[in-house]
């Protein structure tokens, strides 16, 4: 007996112990919004489904050879605007550090300067008995460590090269001997593989408004330029061909350098519209600024060739969604027909996954032979590989520890200049214009837009507590991304003032009787808990465990990133329809909704502050307080990366929202730099430089320390006591 009532203790424990878990989850037992983890990303899709359908209809009404001329030329300048600018043209300062001959293939490892100072390492093959000006391949491997070197690669080149055209092998920048961010003790790179290298510093690269996929084409288009200047290669034949993020970069340079008569990416080119629906914007490389926004899709990288030879190489159970690429083929074909050169465009595919087939290699040898008068065997032939060692260009193995500048180099080197222009925008404008200028700034480039009237709020739950009691809401239900919400209510009647509490850890994070919540609650507050898009129940549901950044993936903020808008813009939308339901409570006391934001969810905050009058308080806890701060860091947090809104540094800063806080009171505690630790005191220092013209001497701009959640709950309650 002792045993079953031990037993069934156990058992209603367990019990208990489960419905408490569960007690702050709001969509439990809700079939209406069981895929509501991805709702963030189905309403990035949504956007870009509108602007592609407008593409398309566009696309439907074109017709004669001029007509599709004029959208090719105008499609290469929306091109060049998505890359973000490029650099100036330098010297390459070229040399060759190894030449030798390999199965009757002359080799020379080349090394050059695509920027000052910043090494690309590439390795020539040709024939060794031919002469004269040969056409050449730009041939770029697609993601492996190992860059070029890898026997996969190696084996088109060296077919290419065997069949009398020559090829000049580029390791992209995080592969080969590029790693971005080598560790030299494991000999790896810091970060991760190639797609996390080319992410993490594309992050990093967008508050300028630049992209990696700039950084990676740049480096291509300075090869045509180290090509041109020998006099054994044959301008006027330049190809260029890669598969999976080579095939990326071959639709790239091939759309963005005049100078490339043909043109055969592999395993990329489909469709935003199909890869919305399958596996998502991928990696930095791939996603320009805007580039769904400004009307473009696969298919303009294509149009942008009109009319010179092309071909799509495909493979039929490819990530890259098939679908996408036969109707993105199809679309263009008309332009290429209307042009009197039908036959230049092409589309070959073959029964495989994401890979390399030789009947598609066979038709690729083919389509560059023909394109340059080559004659001769399109036979796949079986020709032994280098030894990685025999095609190592420098001297350590690894541009990094050869001298070359480092990425962050790049990025610096690009953004002080805009720092600069930062800071010449702020001290050449009056306080009072500058701060409906940096809210008109902050409008239109993080995307936020006026949620308007919020749908149907529904009370998913209730419960008691000492002293008040927590309702379970789902806040403007209807909408693409409902908010599951708690609200505490102190007991007592008569309206009261209201606390608007935001968490990166979620709703429920200080939810602990004891906690901050509580004691906010016990003070006499109303507090609205809310999960923002990325948080909590929202937080994004995602099979990569390399692309998650704390709740937010990177197909999240490049998809933001394509449709123009951004994470931020998208979470202070929420932010507005949380405290449109705090203002239509009956008993919350009118204009007395104060804001509390702790960790990433701060620059969020900061932006709905300044577009919504109705918050009367603002409070950062462990924010982060600059996206300066995030491109100073050569190792930063790539959650705090996640809040960027691209190109915001050319027109403003948290810091500057932070200024159009004023008058209303602004508490800053425990701020956070650009990697995640304390603010240091310059950053500190250059905040308050902002910030403080804005307030004067007034005290409602606070900045303190802490030490502890103890400390914290005493002065966040103390500050909100004052502010009543």
């Known amino acids: 007996m002792s045993l079953v009532i031990a037993a069934l203790v156990f058992l209603f424990g367990m019990t208990s112990m489960a419905e408490a878990q569960d007690d702050f989850d709001v969509f439990t037992g809700w079939r209406r919004y069981s895929d509501v983890r991805n709702a963030l990303y189905n309403t990035i899709a949504k956007e870009a489904y509108g602007y592609l359908n407008d593409r398309e209809r566009k696309l439907d009404g074109l017709d004669t050879k001029r007509e599709w001329e004029e959208y090719a030329a105008s499609a290469r300048k929306r091109l060049a605007r998505a890359f973000g600018p490029f650099p100036k043209r330098t010297p390459l300062n070229a040399t060759v550090t190894g030449t030798f001959e390999h199965e009757g293939i002359t080799v020379e490892n080349i090394l050059f300067e695509s920027r000052p100072g910043f090494l690309v390492t590439t390795s020539l093959f040709r024939r060794a008995d031919l002469s004269g000006k040969l056409p050449v391949v730009v041939y770029v491997c697609g993601h492996t460590a190992d860059g070029y070197k890898s026997e996969t690669y190696q084996h088109v080149i060296l077919n290419l090269a065997r069949k009398g055209i020559a090829v000049l092998a580029v390791d992209p920048v995080g592969q080969g001997e590029r790693i971005l961010y080598y560790d030299s003790e494991t000999g790896k790179s810091s970060i991760g593989g190639p797609t996390s ?48 993020g080579g095939g990326t970069m071959s639709a790239f340079l091939g759309a963005m350098d005049e100078r490339i008569t043909a043109a055969a990416p592999e395993c990329y080119i489909t469709s935003f519209t199909r890869i919305f629906e399958s596996i998502g ?35 039929t159970r490819d990530f890259f969604s098939i679908q996408g690429a036969r109707e993105t083929v199809r679309s263009v074909t008309p332009a290429f027909r209307a042009s009197g050169e ?16 030789k009947r598609n290699r066979e038709r690729v040898y083919g389509f560059f032979m023909n394109a340059f008068g080559v004659e001769g065997s399109t036979a796949d032939e079986d020709i032994p590989p280098l030894d990685p060692s025999r095609i190592t260009v420098t001297e350590s193995g690894q541009i990094l520890t050869s001298g070359s500048k480092t990425v962050h180099d790049l990025i610096m080197e690009d953004a002080e200049p805009i720092f600069s222009g930062l800071e010449k925008r702020r001290s050449g404008e009056p306080v009072i214009s ?94 609205l808990a809310c999960d923002l898009p990325g948080f909590g129940e929202l937080t994004v549901d995602v099979h990569n465990d390399d692309s998650v950044i704390r709740g937010v993936s990177y197909n999240i903020v490049f998809g933001t990133q394509l449709i123009g808008e951004s994470v931020t813009g998208m979470q202070a939308g929420s932010i507005t329809r949380a405290v449109e339901y705090l203002s239509s409570r009956d008993d919350v006391k009118a204009g007395s909704i104060a804001t509390v934001a702790r960790g990433i969810t701060g620059p969020a ?83 308050e430089r902002v910030v403080r013209p804005y307030f004067g001497t007034s005290g409602d701009f606070q900045v303190k320390q802490t030490s502890g959640d103890t400390m914290f709950r005493s002065l966040l309650i103390d500050w909100l006591a004052k502010i009543d």
């Open 197 to 244: 290298e080319h992410s993490y510093a594309g992050l990093q690269y967008l508050p300028l408004g630049r992209t990696m996929a700039m950084v990676r084409t740049w480096d291509c288009m300075r090869a045509v330029d180290y090509l041109c200047e020998r006099q054994d290669i044959d301008d006027t034949k330049i190809g260029v061909h890669g598969r999976s």
């Open 434 to 527: 500058r701060r409906e200028t940096v809210k008109r700034d902050a409008r239109e480039l993080s995307g936020y837009r006026d949620p308007g009237t919020i749908s149907e709020n529904i009370l998913a739950g209730r419960f008691s507590r000492e002293g008040y009691v927590i309702e379970k809401r789902i806040i403007d239900a209807d909408s693409d991304i409902p908010l599951p919400s708690l609200v505490f209510i102190p007991d007592g009647g008569g309206r009261k003032p209201a606390v608007l509490y935001l968490s990166q850890a979620g709703k429920a994070a200080d939810a602990a009787e004891g906690g901050v919540i509580e004691a906010m609650v016990k003070s006499g507050r109303i507090v």
């Open 605 to 687: 905050l900061l932006h709905a502050a300044a577009f919504d009058e109705r918050i009367a308080a603002v409070s950062l806890a462990e924010a982060p307080v600059s996206w300066e701060s995030v491109v100073r860091k050569r190792i930063y947090d790539q959650a705090i990366g996640s809040t960027i809104v691209p190109s915001a540094l050319l027109r403003y800063d948290l810091p500057d929202l932070m200024g159009v806080v004023s008058p209303r009171p602004l508490l800053v505690i425990d701020p956070l730099d650009g990697d995640a630790g304390p603010a240091e005191t310059g950053t500190k220092g250059a905040v």
């Open 342 to 357: 039908e036959d230049n465009i092409g589309m070959i595919e073959d029964d495989a996954p994401h890979q390399s087939t």
């Open 281 to 315: 914007p991928q990696d930095a490389e791939q996603n320009l600024l805007g580039q769904i926004s400004s009307g473009l899709d696969h298919g303009d990288f294509l149009v942008a060739r009109l009319p010179k030879p092309t071909l799509v190489v495909t493979t």
